[in-house]
């Protein structure tokens, strides 16, 4: 665990016991159960991290984070994010670039599995977020080697609270 605040929980994700593969905040809500390797696995997955290289913590949950100040943080921190709203639908995700956070949505620009930008940022509900993934290997490689990011223009923000609002230009 990296952090807690607010109603998250922030954690280094661990892959295949061995490699840690950016960070995975989660909703306090939906954490259920903690699960405790037993002592030998636990030794093994200890050796495995410092022998590998275990990166520092460069992540900070905001004091009393809220959905908007995740969100903000993981996009000051990170190319691309990858926001899940499982409890809409649980293969949900979305990965791109955090373009505007408003008073109870967010916009955010798309980059699909073939790394093409969608035309035009998406929005989506706060409340429909239950975790949020950034510096994973996957959203890297996308930010890496998709295609460049559309020329984008400042937008008007609707209610004051503009990120970057991003506008493909013509």
């Given at each position: 665990m990296v952090g807690i605040?607010?109603?998250?929980?922030?954690?280094?994700?661990?892959?295949?016991?061995?490699?840690?593969?950016?960070?995975?905040?989660?909703?306090?809500?939906?954490?259920?159960?903690?699960?405790?390797?037993?002592?030998?696995?636990?030794?093994?997955?200890?050796?495995?991290?410092?022998?590998?290289?275990?990166?520092?913590?460069?992540f900070r949950l905001p004091?009393?984070?809220?959905?908007?100040?995740?969100?903000?943080?993981?996009?000051?921190?990170?190319?691309?994010?990858?926001?899940?709203?499982?409890?809409?639908?649980?293969?949900?995700?979305?990965?791109?670039?955090?373009?505007?956070?408003?008073?109870?949505?967010?916009?955010?620009?798309?980059?699909?599995?073939?790394?093409?930008?969608?035309?035009?940022?998406?929005?989506?509900?706060?409340?429909?977020?239950?975790?949020?993934?950034?510096?994973?290997?996957?959203?890297?490689?996308?930010?890496?080697?998709?295609?460049?990011?559309?020329?984008?223009?400042?937008?008007?923000?609707?209610?004051?609270?503009?990120?970057?609002?991003?506008?493909?230009?013509?």
């Open positions: 605040s607010g109603d998250w929980v922030a954690l280094h994700r661990l892959m295949d016991t061995a490699y840690i593969d950016g960070y995975d905040i989660v909703r306090l809500q939906d954490v259920t159960e903690l699960d405790h390797d037993d002592d030998d696995k636990a030794a093994y997955t200890e050796r495995a991290i410092a022998g590998l290289g275990r990166p520092a913590v460069g004091p009393s984070a809220t959905t908007p100040a995740v969100l903000h943080a993981a996009a000051d921190s990170a190319q691309l994010i990858v926001v899940h709203t499982e409890a809409t639908d649980e293969d949900a995700l979305l990965i791109g670039h955090l373009c505007r956070l408003g008073a109870e949505e967010f916009d955010i620009h798309l980059i699909g599995p073939e790394g093409h930008w969608s035309r035009e940022p998406g929005q989506w509900r706060f409340e429909d977020v239950t975790r949020i993934v950034f510096h994973d290997r996957y959203s890297t490689a996308l930010a890496r080697y998709g295609d460049t990011r559309p020329a984008v223009h400042a937008g008007s923000a609707r209610d004051g609270s503009l990120l970057c609002n991003c506008v493909v230009e013509p």
